[in-house]
Structure formats: C-alpha cells, structure tokens
C-alpha cells in the first residue's frame, strides 16, 4: 500500500441482529443483543504490518477469536505465510498499539476461458475492546482498495452477509461463482467485483491450500446446520 490512511470518524452504532458470522469465531459475534453505544475511532492509520510485527498480529487476531496464540486461526496465518499465500497484511494501529487486522490471500476462479487470480480476505480482527468503533470497516475498505492496487478482479470471502454487505461484497454464487465447499453456506460465500472483472471470469473459486490444511474452510456440522437455519430466517 503505497499511502498510510488516516482516519478519523464517529461511529454510531445501532442495536444489531446479525447472522453469526463464520468460521472460526462464528458463534461470537460481538455485542449480540446487545444495545451498543457511540464511539470514536480517534487517529487510527491503516498499514501493512512489518514483518517484525508478526507475533503482534497473531496476538490481535488471536483475541478478536478468543483462541489461544497457536489456535485455529493462527495456524491458518502461519500455513498462509509459510505457503507465500499472503499478498496483503494490513494493520490498523491506534496512539502506537495493533487494534486490527486484514489480509488478503491468493486463490484461483477457474473459468472456462482461463484460470484467474483472485483474492481472499481472511482473517479480519479487531481486539475486543475496541469492536463497534468501525475499525473493522475501516480495514474492510483499506482491504478492498489494495486489492484495487493490485489490479485484483475480485476478492472473496466468508462471513455474515448483513455485514459485509453493506460494506462491497455481495452474494457470489448468483453471478455465476461456486463455493470452494458445499460447507459454506450460500448466503456467507460472497465476492466484491473490483474494475478489472470481466464478465467471463467466473466459475469456481478454488482456494489455497493453507484454507485446506488448516481445516479453515466453511463449517462443520453441527454448526453448519445451525448457520443455515439462522440465515433461511434472517434474509429478507
Ligand atoms: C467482525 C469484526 C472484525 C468486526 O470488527 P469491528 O471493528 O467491530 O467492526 P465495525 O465496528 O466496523 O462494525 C461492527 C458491526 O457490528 C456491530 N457491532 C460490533 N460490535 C458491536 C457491539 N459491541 N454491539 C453492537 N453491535 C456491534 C455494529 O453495529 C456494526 O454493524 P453495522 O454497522 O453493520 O450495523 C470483529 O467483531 C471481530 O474481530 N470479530 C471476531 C473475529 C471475526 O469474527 N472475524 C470475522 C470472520 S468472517
């Protein structure tokens, strides 16, 4: 990322009823029912993360999952590292201290005419004393803006879809897009098209092997049916 953001904003939050999101940390969505207050993002800047800065970040990203360090998610970070998967790794850093993580990874669309390279944005934390302020929005679009930078036609992800729709992505499989597992519920695969789509590039989207290895893909019974239930109830 060429340019530091800066950013400063009030955040209003109002009272939010949000599917779970997915893996891991599904079922710890912060503040669910919960009545949120207003807060301030004070001088917070979006950079990538040093590469000294890795155990900061795996701390962060840890907390945001309340994992141990060297939990699931860690596991995917390093397996993403260790594969040179990791295209981006940006961090939100408030007066000095990490309060966010997002990165994005390699994976593939394999469309009919060619294979295409594409992104995946996982993990995205924020420590859980500071959620609700809007850092993870911030970090969505500092997110999507890289991916801009790198000429990337697409980025993908899992989650909940009433948050991260509101924030570029949309539903994927009705564009022509395939989940990588049939464990991925429909309404969390979902993709933000950048200007370098093309109409032609869809098809399946084939992740990574760290998202494999490390087991991080989609859900597992008997969270899987729960998930499904909960969005066939929530979606308009
Ligand atoms: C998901 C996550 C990154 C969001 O980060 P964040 O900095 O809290 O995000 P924002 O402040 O930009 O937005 C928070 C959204 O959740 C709601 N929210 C967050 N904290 C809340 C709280 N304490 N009370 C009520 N609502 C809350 C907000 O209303 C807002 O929803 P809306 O603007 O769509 O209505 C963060 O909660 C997290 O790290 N969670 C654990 C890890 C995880 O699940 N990652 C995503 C995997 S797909």
Request: aromatic share 6%; with cysteine; glycine share 8%.
């Amino acid at each position: 990322m060429d340019a530091v953001i800066h950013i400063r904003r009030r955040h209003v939050l109002a009272r939010a009823e949000l599917v779970a999101t997915l893996v891991p940390g599904l079922d710890r969505w912060p503040g669910r029912g919960r009545t949120a207050a207003a807060a301030t993002v004070g001088d917070m800047e979006i950079r990538p993360a040093a590469p000294d800065e890795r155990s900061l970040v795996e701390r962060v990203v840890a907390e945001a999952f309340e994992e141990e360090p060297g939990g699931r998610v860690s596991r995917l970070l390093r397996a993403l590292d260790a594969t040179s998967a990791v295209r981006s790794s940006l961090v939100a850093v408030d007066r000095g201290r990490i309060v966010g993580h997002v990165q994005l990874n390699r994976s593939w669309v394999d469309a009919r005419p060619a294979l295409v390279d594409v992104l995946v944005l996982s993990p995205l934390s924020t420590v859980p004393d500071r959620q609700g302020e809007g850092i993870g929005t911030a970090l969505i679009g500092a997110a999507l803006d890289e991916a801009r930078r790198c000429a990337s036609p697409a980025v993908f992800l899992e989650g909940a879809w009433n948050y991260y729709g509101k924030r570029g992505f949309q539903a994927a499989t009705p564009l022509g897009f395939q989940r990588p597992s049939h464990r991925i519920p429909e309404s969390a695969f979902q993709v933000a098209l950048l200007e370098g789509y093309e109409p032609w590039m869809v098809g399946p989207l084939i992740y990574c092997e760290a998202f494999w290895s490390t087991d991080t893909v989609g859900l597992r019974d008997p969270r899987l049916a729960q998930v499904e239930e909960q969005a066939a109830r929530s979606r308009p």
